[in-house]
């Protein structure tokens, strides 16, 4: 992937554009507000990683994400990378490699492969009992917990509190043409696919939602989407 690659619309409307500030503002204060209410659960989660394995309390890996420049009528999406952070549910020094490959399966809809990989078939396309992950990794996997350090990137400007799923560099070099238009808005920690299909969807599904929400995307459709995520989270619907 050619992280200098932007896409760019055209003839964007004032409304989109005062859009895009509100939505930054209120992604700012809430992620602040909500990073003060789950201090407590962040060094509870801490020292029960610490209890469970050696190696860090947080997890960093390169995403891909966008920024966006407002200039003469229209925005241009420009690629990039940043470090992603979350609660660490892995062992220390743990590969890429089973995910990696499981990944490649999934976007080009493998299910022969993903079974493979697996060991066994499954409805939730997603990788299961990956040796890779902690007692505690996957309780903290189950609630998604392990996502809430994803305010930090909130915070600096990263993310959003809605959006697409942040893409690891690896997967986005599967992508085909049309896959690349879920990386025209900040990704975000939660979603339409996330509220609406999560596991149960198939790589072209998931895309496909991404679309929709970046191309229908409002302050009012974001409120939806958080209001729904609790609930989601609460049901576990497509954790492991």
């Excluded at 895009?20 to 962040?42: E, G, H, Q, S």
């Excluded at 407002?70 to 940043?82: A, V």
Aim: glycine share 6%; proline share 4%.
């Amino acid at each position: 992937m050619h992280i200098s690659d932007s896409v760019q619309i055209q003839r964007i409307d004032q409304t989109k554009i005062n859009y895009y500030r509100l939505k930054r503002w209120f992604d700012l204060v809430c992620a602040i507000i909500l990073l003060f209410i789950f201090f407590p659960v962040f060094l509870l989660i801490a020292v029960f990683i610490i209890l469970d394995s050696d190696g860090p309390v947080l997890f960093r890996q390169e995403r891909v994400g966008v920024s966006w420049k407002y200039q003469d009528g229209h925005i241009n999406w420009c690629r990039t990378l940043f470090t992603c952070y979350k609660f660490r549910t892995m062992g220390v020094n743990a590969g890429s490699a089973l995910h990696q490959e499981y990944m490649k399966a999934f976007i080009n809809d493998d299910k022969s492969e993903m079974t493979n990989i697996q060991g066994e078939g499954t409805d939730v396309n997603k990788l299961i009992r990956d040796p890779r992950i902690t007692r505690i990794g996957r309780i903290l996997r189950k609630c998604s917990a392990d996502e809430l350090p994803q305010l930090i990137n909130v915070i600096n400007g990263e993310m959003s509190l809605v959006g697409p799923r942040p893409a690891i560099p690896y997967e986005v070099q599967e992508y085909q043409t049309w896959h690349h238009d879920r990386l025209n808005a900040l990704p975000g920690m939660t979603g339409l696919w996330q509220v609406t299909a999560r596991s149960s969807a198939d790589f072209d599904q998931m895309v496909r939602l991404d679309i929709k929400y970046i191309k229908e995307q409002s302050f009012w459709l974001d409120l939806k989407i958080l209001l729904k995520t609790p609930l989601v989270v609460i049901k576990c619907n497509g954790a492991l």
